[in-house]
């Protein structure tokens, strides 16, 4: 284990499985959250998955009682002081991760590597908010954290060759398989997944076939796992709109502008399973 205690930004979806995935590792775990409110409701949805792998027979108990005494929950920032890795996983914004990276490099050991877990944003102009660059670089997991293989390092120009191989064994010890990319927008996953969604909801949007149709089609002829619009649903529609945004920001393709339709329900609140309603209805009936 290259890193002992971990500290993670976030007590969300992601932040959540990021600290469930380091604790399992062996990790001790500090997640950081807005407020008591949700540092509690991370800790009972923590409780909540234990408990099913225990009765699935993924764990045995006394594994999950270990695992969850390694991870608990702040809402001090200053509680992540000594950690030596310090994962952040907060809104896909970049002035707030900004703000976040600079309270970061004040008030965490100076030895101490920090990673974001951005999907699309530039990792460098995090890393030059601090005066640490290179011990800044991106670690992407993917949504859900415990079961996604697959992880990012992302090398900004900044990262040392130490700080790389130090997150990518830590990756490794989290039983995950890292992939270097350099620090562009999308990386890799995003950067081939997002367009392909976006045209997608433009087929819509153009009436060329239904909701069930293309979900149907991409399912049953590429053998996805699930249709496009179901896994916008899955993502937020928010943060597919924040991705692609920044995918055009940076490349200024027109296919990676965000469709209207896109763009509208965003701003009718109707983000996919985390508001209930997105391209499908989730709400009980």
């Known amino acids: 284990m290259t890193f002992s205690k971990v500290g993670v930004l ?36 923590l409780d909540r ?51 976040l990276f600079r309270e970061l490099d004040e ?21 030059m908010q601090t005066q640490r660059p290179e011990r800044v670089c991106g670690l992407h997991f993917f949504n859900p954290a415990p079961a996604m293989s697959l992880v990012e390092v992302v090398r900004p120009l900044c990262a040392s060759d130490d700080t790389i191989a130090r997150v990518s064994a830590f990756a490794q010890a989290c039983g995950k398989e890292p992939v270097e990319v350099k620090d562009q927008a999308g990386f890799i996953v995003n950067a081939l997944l997002f367009p392909y969604l976006n045209h997608a909801v433009r087929l819509l949007e153009q009436g060329v076939a239904s909701r069930d149709g293309i979900d149907a089609a991409m399912k049953g002829g590429c053998g996805f796992p699930m249709g496009p619009f179901a896994l916008l649903d899955l993502v937020g529609l928010d943060t597919s709109l ?17 469709v209207a339709l896109l763009r509208r329900m965003v701003s009718a609140g109707q983000l996919g399973r985390k508001s209930g309603v997105g391209f499908y209805d989730y709400r009980r009936k």
Do not use: W
């Open 49 to 99: 998955s234990l408990a099913k792998q225990v009765e699935r027979e993924k764990r045995t108990a006394d594994d999950a009682a270990a695992l969850r005494a390694r991870v608990s929950a702040t809402t001090t920032l200053a509680d992540l002081a000594d950690c030596d890795l310090v994962i952040e996983s907060v809104i896909e914004d970049l002035t707030v991760k900004q703000l």
């Open 242 to 258: 924040a991705i692609l945004n920044a995918l055009y920001d940076e490349f200024a393709e027109p296919h990676l502008a965000p």
């Open 107 to 127: 008030t965490i050991n100076e030895e101490a590597v920090l990673v974001t877990n951005t999907s699309t944003l530039p990792v460098i102009d995090l890393a």
């Open 10 to 45: 976030g007590s969300g979806i992601m932040g959540s499985g990021i600290a469930e995935v380091c604790a399992a590792a062996g990790a001790q775990v500090v997640v950081r959250s807005r407020s008591q409110a949700t540092a509690d409701a991370m800790l009972l949805g």
